[in-house]
């Protein structure tokens, strides 16, 4: 007989949210753009409030040193154990103060710093079972 898996799904509070965000180094910028949405991989930290990351001056992602509304995204999941999270936050970009310093995995100069000011944070928690035959849904 095969087990079924199940799936557990729980709410993350703000506090957690923000915890989770400053453990981890890479997230998901997305944004409305004149030929389409992108999605682009960012280094970032928290600050205050706000996700702030940097790039080279005249990218696209430098671009959003103008107001623009953005959804940010970071998970972690486990394939093995089928648990992980996820944590989204939507908001405003400004420029970033010039004191507050970003990680990069990218070499180059990346001397414009971008801030996401956060309006609204969601996360939730997956735990649950993995079945030991895939599934044909």
């Not at 000011?117 to 997956?126: D, I, P, Q, Y």
Request: proline share 5%; charged share 25%.
């Amino acid at each position: 007989m095969t087990r079924e898996p199940v799936t557990y799904f729980s709410r993350l509070d703000a506090d957690e949210c923000w915890a989770l965000l400053a453990d981890a180094e890479v997230g998901r910028i997305a944004w409305l753009r004149p030929d389409g949405i992108s999605i682009v991989p960012v280094n970032f930290r928290t600050n205050s409030g706000a996700i702030v990351f940097h790039t080279a001056p005249g990218t696209m992602l430098a671009a959003l040193t103008e107001p623009t509304e953005v959804s940010f995204q970071v998970d972690e999941i486990d394939k093995e154990t089928a648990i992980g999270w996820t944590v989204l936050a939507r908001g405003t970009t400004t420029p970033a103060d010039a004191s507050v310093k970003s990680i990069s995995w990218v070499d180059g100069d990346r001397t414009v710093g971008v801030a996401i000011e956060v309006s609204t944070l969601a996360g939730r928690v997956v735990s649950g079972t993995k079945s030991e035959e895939p599934r044909n849904d």
